[in-house]
């Protein structure tokens, strides 16, 4: 009876220490954090939200619209500046810079030129950091030094008419990437050490969201939105497994990234709704049934986020908004700042929803179907801020026009 109760007395704290672990602060070292998924681990809303930000330090690091992402203690940064693009290591607690590596490169010209820095934010596995330039520069770095290990351009002259902005991703030691525009593009996928050319599927052309992957039958796919289809892509080879047309209409754009939540897709862009697909395995394919549409919401540059079967983001015309994840069905709509094309990031932080607007505006809101209850709203920096916000306990790091600051929710 002893040797039970020491036996389940170590079980329960093994229980715990892994459940204390869990709610640890995590990195955030991709597009949409850890995971890719917009999910943040640690944070500690507190009990009565206090009137202002704590800024820690503030950092002017050039152009760009690229998210920072941490890795441990560092923090990296991918901007435009003196005509140059520019990747930064910088001390997460201080601000500090550790090095910067950078090159020749002309920025976003035309309708884009007011956002001519990268849109396409790196990403850290391994030791090695990935950036991918507006004009489809992509360079991997030693992430402890800088020190550039490779750097390709093999589309080059061929981007999406407002340049690049898909960001990269890392599964199991390649880096995967959707390059180029309408022609001459590609998924592609670069072995990250050496950087040799593994495979690409050239099946449509190249628009502007970001690959996802999912985890399905002891193996994980690659789930990307092209110019006009949604597509399940094999990592290992490239081998294409399901498609489905995803047309834009008229001078529409395909921006924003898919949703993955176990089996489930969910999907849309602009003037087209939104779509949950279930995708089956069938032979060497899958098969997709498709759950629900929304025709009510759509989404234009943002991506939404699942928290408790909810899904919660912001809608082309800039409102936030609350979707039934397994029904379908519009639960609310308030306005949320983020204007035309309904820029912004909502960031699943735990017991709340913190969200980025255009007009850097830093809001907290309960996670509800039932009603929009706002909890607090901060001026987070003095300029726009179009790129997603990154979490990491209570420490949000906001990439404004032309600089990176480190706030604290105490």
């Not at 990747?87 to 976003?108: F, H, M, P, S, V």
Request: aromatic share 8%.
């Amino acid at each position: 009876m002893k040797n039970a109760n020491r036996t389940l007395a170590v079980v329960s704290s093994c229980v715990l220490l892994m459940s204390a672990s869990s709610a640890l602060p995590q990195d955030w070292p991709q597009w949409r954090g850890q995971n890719g998924d917009g999910k943040a681990t640690g944070f500690n809303a507190p009990q009565t939200w206090p009137k202002e930000l704590t800024q820690k330090w503030k950092v002017t690091v050039g152009l760009g619209d690229a998210t920072p992402v941490l890795a441990g203690d560092k923090l990296y940064v991918f901007t435009r500046q003196g005509g140059s693009e520019v990747a930064r290591c910088l001390d997460a607690a201080t601000g500090k810079e550790i090095w910067q590596e950078k090159y020749d490169a002309l920025g976003a010209t035309g309708p884009s030129s007011g956002h001519s820095g990268p849109r396409s934010s790196p990403t850290v596995a391994n030791g090695k950091v990935v950036t991918l330039g507006v004009r489809g520069t992509l360079s991997c770095l030693d992430a402890a030094t800088g020190k550039m290990l490779w750097r390709k351009d093999d589309f080059q002259g061929a981007w999406p008419p407002f340049f690049t902005s898909s960001s990269p991703i890392i599964v199991d030691g390649l880096c995967i990437a959707q390059l180029g525009g309408k022609a001459n593009s590609a998924i592609a996928a670069y072995d990250l050490t050496t950087g040799e050319l593994r495979w690409k599927w050239s099946g449509d052309g190249t628009a502007y969201a970001s690959p996802a992957v999912m985890r399905l039958g002891g193996a994980k796919w690659v789930i990307a939105q092209t110019e006009s289809k949604m597509v399940a892509i094999r990592p290992d080879d490239g081998k294409l497994v399901w498609e489905v047309s995803f047309a834009v209409r008229g001078r529409g754009y395909n921006a924003s990234t898919p949703i993955v939540d176990g089996q489930t897709i969910i999907y849309g862009g602009q003037d087209r709704g939104m779509k949950a697909v279930k995708l089956e395995k069938e032979g060497d394919g899958f098969v997709a049934k498709e759950l629900w549409s929304n025709a009510e919401t759509s989404v234009q540059f943002n991506t939404p986020v699942i928290k408790d079967g909810l899904l919660f983001g912001v809608t082309q015309n800039g409102d936030f908004f609350c979707i039934n994840a397994q029904t379908g069905k519009l639960a609310w709509t308030t306005p949320g700042g983020g204007g035309r094309g309904g820029y912004g990031s909502v960031v699943d932080a735990g017991s709340v929803l913190l969200a980025l607007t255009p007009k850097s505006q830093l809001v907290a809101f309960q996670p509800s179907e039932k009603e929009y209850k706002e909890l607090a709203s901060y001026k987070a920096a003095e300029t726009p801020t179009y790129a997603h916000l990154a979490l990491s306990g209570n420490r949000v790091f906001v990439k404004d026009q032309d600089s990176v600051t480190l706030l604290t929710v105490e």
